[in-house]
Nanobody
Framework: QLQLVESGGGLVQSGGSLRLSCAAPGFTLAYYAIGWFRQAPGKEREGVSCISYPGRHTKIADSVKGRFTISRDNLADTAYLHLNKLNPEDTAVYYC????????????????????WGRGTQVTVSR
């Protein structure tokens, strides 16, 4: 059973940056598409980005386009979400998810196709 672990969250000021990581210790992310999602207090879970395997195709939600980027390092068996120009509205728990069946489009920012989820990492952006 694949277990995903996120890391890299923390407290930053507005305008700051973070890099979140997603890995599966003891397993491999090979052949999985990876999605990143976030959930703010009192809000629904929101898809923010995804990347195919081996990584040619990506999607970025309009709400974060131009500020966030997604990547993966298959030799390191790790996926990343790069958060730049952060603002308080980005405060949320960020989750990574994995699927071997992404459907059409190579990856998805909807959660319906993702089989495995991490426990999340907290990102807090102060004013």
């Amino acid at each position: 059973q694949l277990q995903l672990v996120e890391s890299g969250g923390g407290l930053v000021q507005s305008g700051g940056s973070l890099r979140l990581s997603c890995a599966a210790p003891g397993f491999t992310l090979a052949y999985y598409a990876i999605g990143w999602f976030r959930q703010a207090p009192g809000k629904e879970r929101e898809g923010v980005s995804c990347i195919s395997y081996p990584g040619r195709h990506t999607k970025i939600a309009d709400s974060v386009k131009g500020r966030f980027t997604i990547s993966r390092d298959n030799l390191a068996d790790t996926a990343y979400l790069h958060l730049n120009k952060l603002n308080p509205e980005d405060t949320a728990v960020y989750y990574c998810a994995a699927t071997r069946n992404p459907g059409s489009g190579a990856c998805s920012v909807g959660n319906e196709r993702y089989d495995f989820w991490g426990r999340g990492t907290q990102v807090t952006v102060s004013r």
